[in-house]
């Protein structure tokens, strides 16, 4: 009941070690399954981003209750930007990208979070190239259905800098499956919505 009671910033002031010391001293410890509970009650009371980013670094915890998106939602968008982009540097290519490219939308999406433009176009960058490898993928619709379902979500969440050239260089032939093909017309449709929304917001505000 004490630890429960701490706030998570307590446990570094009084102990010197950082998050991911005391996890590491936790896991060792009779107590550990009891603190890490402790401490999801506490994440979800007051977020810490450097207690998210700690949790985030390890495999499941016996005893932890968070999931990666309880998580996630106590780092700011860039932090969220730095730990996804060492995901996507680090997932080898015969991981589930398309699964992978699903859950970073959904996560910005989930709470309208902004992504920087540079981030935004290695989303892009990442979209093409899994369009191409789709357009040559005999799995087609099963094995990147959850990236065909993700795209329009991404032209939502582009920033405005990245709409003007986010429609070029993708594949010719995206694929063969009318699901996908829909989506990444669902895709371009969002694009030039967006274009002639912003568009007319210049004009209006140069009247």
């Known amino acids: 009941a004490e630890a429960r009671a701490r706030p998570l910033a307590w446990w570094p002031e009084h102990t010197g070690m950082t998050p991911a010391a005391i996890l590491d001293w936790a896991q060792g410890s009779d107590w550990g399954e009891a603190l890490l509970r402790a401490w999801s009650e506490a994440f979800l009371r007051q977020p810490d981003p450097a207690w998210a980013d700690a949790f985030l670094r390890r495999p499941p915890l016996r005893g932890f209750t968070l999931d990666r998106a309880q998580l996630l939602a106590g780092l700011s968008a860039p932090e969220r930007e730095s730990y996804w982009c060492e995901i996507l540097g680090s997932a080898a290519e015969n991981t589930r990208r398309s699964a992978l490219f699903a859950q970073i939308t959904l996560d910005f999406g989930r709470d309208d979070a902004a992504m920087s433009e540079a981030f935004a176009r290695r989303m892009l960058d990442e979209a093409r190239s899994l369009a191409a490898r789709a357009s040559r993928s005999e799995r087609g619709f099963f094995e990147f259905h959850e990236f065909a379902r993700a795209l329009p979500e991404l032209a ?16 010719v032939e995206t694929s063969t499956s009318a699901y996908f093909s829909d989506a990444v017309a669902r895709m371009f449709a969002i694009f030039e919505q967006r274009k002639t929304l912003h568009r007319l917001l210049r004009e209006r505000n140069a009247s």
């Not at 939502?156 to 993708?170: H, M, S, T, V, Y």
Request: hydrophobic share 50%; proline share 12%.
């Open 156 to 171: 939502i969440l582009l920033p405005a800098a990245c709409l003007e050239d986010a429609g070029r260089d993708w594949p």
